[in-house]
């Protein structure tokens, strides 16, 4: 049985190339809540955040 899913407005592009995501992969277990967090991460620059909060003592 094939369910119909709403389309993910918003996702960013990679390299160029628009995004995609479908869920019609049945029982399948994947990564694709990744994308979500990706979005996440554009949007409110959490990586980058929480990164300037730890000191790189580390000599380069």
């Known amino acids: 049985m094939r369910?119909?899913?709403p389309l993910l407005p918003g996702l960013s592009p990679v390299s160029g190339k628009g995004v995609e995501a479908c869920f019609d992969g049945g029982s399948l277990s994947s990564d694709a809540g990744v994308l979500a967090l990706?979005?996440?991460d554009i949007r409110?620059?959490?990586a980058a955040r929480l990164a300037a909060c730890i000191a790189d003592?580390?000599?380069l």
């Open 38 to 40: 990706r979005e996440i």
């Open 3 to 5: 369910e119909n899913t």
């Open 57 to 59: 003592t580390r000599q």
């Open 44 to 46: 409110l620059n959490v």
